[in-house]
């Protein structure tokens, strides 16, 4: 089983869509949790930080349930421009990123 | 942009071969992190660097070493290059105290190729 498992997809939603992404990990010392993103070719780019309490960055909201070992994200009005694989990551070894393989997503118009 | 810088950009090595890539971390950072990224995967920490000192590592083999500078930069080397080894790879740094690590922030990789 992998420590942080996602659905591939792809994604395929319009302009304007709500389009909501899940992830599961399985260590439950994990410490710290991200989203991040990563455009074809280019590097993983920090999208956000996600917190227990829930957290919200303007269309982008993440969620985290400890209980579960859950992390959502949330992308609300998706442009066209949100088109990218979205990379979940837990820190679990105080040390080490453990990524998941990546959710793309294809936003259309 | 992060800060970091990776050279060279692209790498093309043939099988036993051997190869050094390099990074210059976010000015101010003290800790860099390796990964590799195979196409269609996520990056796998491959080890970390913290004041000079290997601070955690990875499921890779020995032949996959590397070093932190004074100055924080760092060089990944890797020995006896196999088909496999083709991937992204990435450093990030971060600053941290010795404890946990902090956010990472990703330079531009490099595209290393066995053939």
């Known amino acids: 089983r992998k420590e942080v498992e996602q659905d591939p997809g792809p994604f395929n939603v319009p302009e304007g869509a709500t389009v909501a992404f899940n992830c599961t990990y399985s260590?439950?010392?994990?410490?710290?949790f991200f989203w991040y993103r990563q455009d074809c070719r280019k590097e993983p780019k920090l999208l956000m930080s996600?917190?227990?309490s829930g957290n919200e960055d303007g269309r982008f909201t993440a969620q985290l349930n400890r209980a579960s070992q859950y992390i959502s994200l949330l992308i609300r009005d998706s442009k066209l421009s949100d088109s990218a694989t979205y990379l979940c990551v837990v820190n679990t070894a105080r040390r080490a990123l453990t990524f998941g393989s990546g959710t793309r997503l294809q936003v259309q118009p | 942009e992060t800060g970091v810088t990776q050279s060279p950009t692209h790498l093309i090595k043939t099988r036993g071969q051997q190869v050094t890539l390099r990074c210059s971390s976010q000015?101010?950072?003290?800790?860099v992190s390796w990964y590799q990224q195979a196409l269609g995967q996520g990056p796998q920490f491959i080890f970390q660097y913290y004041r000079e000192e290997e601070n955690g590592r990875g499921n890779f083999p020995p032949r996959f070493s590397g070093l932190q500078f004074p100055n924080y930069s760092s060089e990944l080397n890797v020995n006896a290059l196999e088909l496999d080894d083709s991937a992204l790879y990435l450093c990030?740094?971060?600053?941290?105290?010795?404890?946990?690590?902090?956010?990472?922030?990703f330079g531009p990789g490099t595209r290393l190729t066995v053939l």
């Open positions: 000015s101010g950072h003290n800790t």
């Open positions: 990030a740094s971060s600053l941290a105290g010795g404890g946990d690590t902090d956010t990472q922030y």
């Open positions: 260590n439950s010392a994990s410490q710290s």
């Open positions: 996600v917190y227990s």
